[in-house]
Structure formats: structure tokens, C-alpha cells
């Protein structure tokens, strides 16, 4: 019912920047926030950003100042603009959108495939 499609993820040396971008479709009554989740190999999968319906946002302390989290609510979209890429940033980056797909359901928690973010040294 709700699909999530991440692009932008790549290769980037150290101090380089790149823009993520993960587009909702399919029955979207309502979304609520939105975020971006990364998992490296080999450990949980965190929190990154997240942003409500109204454009307030949250970072982890280890990307607060490098990372910007943004959406277009027309577009349905939300992106993570990263800058000053380290090494430790090498991640799985995943969407996730918290969606109501009709009046009388629930909001539940939808996830997107992930994209590859490697930053080399």
C-alpha cells in the first residue's frame, strides 16, 4: 500500500557530500514524520534524522552540523543533505515514513529498501 524509494547514495571520499532522497507513494492519507535510519555491517540500525509534518527536526549528536534533514510534504519527499563525509558514516541509509493510509486506520511505521553510502578515507 505504501511504497518507499530511496536514491542519491554512492561514493564519496572523505569531506565530500552527498544527497539522499526517498519519495513516498501509493495510499497516503497522511503522513506523519518522516526520518533516516543507517545501519553499518555489523551493528543495530540508528537514527539519524527525523523531521514531523511541520518541519521540526532531531539529529543524532554524531552527525548534528554535518546533516540536514528536509521534505517537500507536495512531493511527498524527504531528503538528507550530508556534508563533510567521514569514513564512519559507511552505512545502509534507510527512509522511514510513519503513514496513515485511510481515515479510519492507524499511523504505522513504513520503510524503504535502503541505499548504499560508502565514504573512503
Known amino acids: 500500500q505504501v511504497q518507499l524509494v530511496e536514491s542519491g547514495g554512492g561514493l564519496v571520499q572523505a569531506g565530500g557530500s552527498l544527497r539522499l532522497s526517498c519519495a513516498a507513494s501509493?495510499?497516503?492519507?497522511?503522513?506523519?514524520?518522516m526520518a533516516w535510519y543507517r545501519q553499518a555491517p555489523g551493528k543495530q540500525r540508528e537514527l539519524v534524522a527525523d523531521?514531523?509534518?511541520?518541519?521540526?527536526?532531531m539529529y543524532s549528536e554524531s552527525v548534528k552540523g554535518r546533516f540536514t534533514i528536509s521534505r517537500d510534504n507536495a512531493k511527498n519527499t524527504v531528503y538528507l543533505q550530508m556534508n563533510s563525509l567521514k569514513p564512519q558514516d559507511t552505512a545502509t541509509y534507510y527512509c522511514?515514513?510513519?503513514?496513515?493510509?485511510?481515515?479510519?486506520?492507524?499511523?504505522?511505521?513504513?520503510w524503504g529498501q535502503g541505499t548504499q553510502v560508502t565514504v573512503s578515507s
Open positions: 501509493g495510499s497516503l492519507f497522511s503522513i506523519n514524520a
Open positions: 522511514n515514513a510513519n503513514v496513515k493510509v485511510s481515515y479510519y486506520s492507524i499511523f504505522r511505521d513504513y
Open positions: 523531521i514531523t509534518n511541520i518541519g521540526s527536526t
